[in-house]
């Protein structure tokens, strides 16, 4: 696996209307190289997309298509996150201000000494802060 990958940067490859360049380069090399994921993604994932269903953003039809895009990658779900959680975890996110789904996503990268690839401008800062590169790069 090459990158810790969350719930904003999935969104932005998945939602046609927030790809960007950098995000579908990002993309390429989740394919070529896979990506591992906190439990919680595959929630925030789904979530996510049931929002834009709601929101008449997409169809249903289409959320299920995009889901069913995923599960052809090589993501690699951590099955350790819980054991961080009420430790480095809840650490990270008292650091940094995050919530501690977010925190989620920062230990990861720290434990496995990965990128981590987001979207999200405090758990950005939070990354660069702790010295974990960021993907996309801008």
């Not at 591992?36 to 994932?45: A, D, Q, S």
């Not at 961080?84 to 995050?98: E, M, N, Q, R, S």
Request: proline fraction near 5%.
């Amino acid at each position: 696996m090459s990158i810790v990958l969350d719930c904003s940067a999935t969104l932005a490859f998945l939602l046609e209307d927030e790809q960007t360049p950098a995000i579908g380069t990002l993309f390429d090399e989740i394919v070529q190289n896979g990506a591992v994921v906190p439990i919680l993604w595959h929630l925030e994932v789904a979530n996510s997309l049931t929002l834009a269903v709601r929101r008449k953003r997409i169809p249903p039809s289409v959320r299920d298509q995009l889901l069913m895009h995923l599960q052809k990658l090589d993501i690699a779900t951590d099955m350790v996150t819980h054991i961080h959680a009420w430790t480095a975890t809840i650490g990270l996110a008292d650091l940094h201000g995050l919530t501690i789904y977010d925190a989620a996503y920062l230990e990861l990268a720290q434990r496995r000494r990965l990128p981590l690839a987001t979207l999200d401008k405090a758990l950005v800062a939070a990354a660069r802060q702790s010295g974990v590169a960021v993907l996309p790069q801008p």
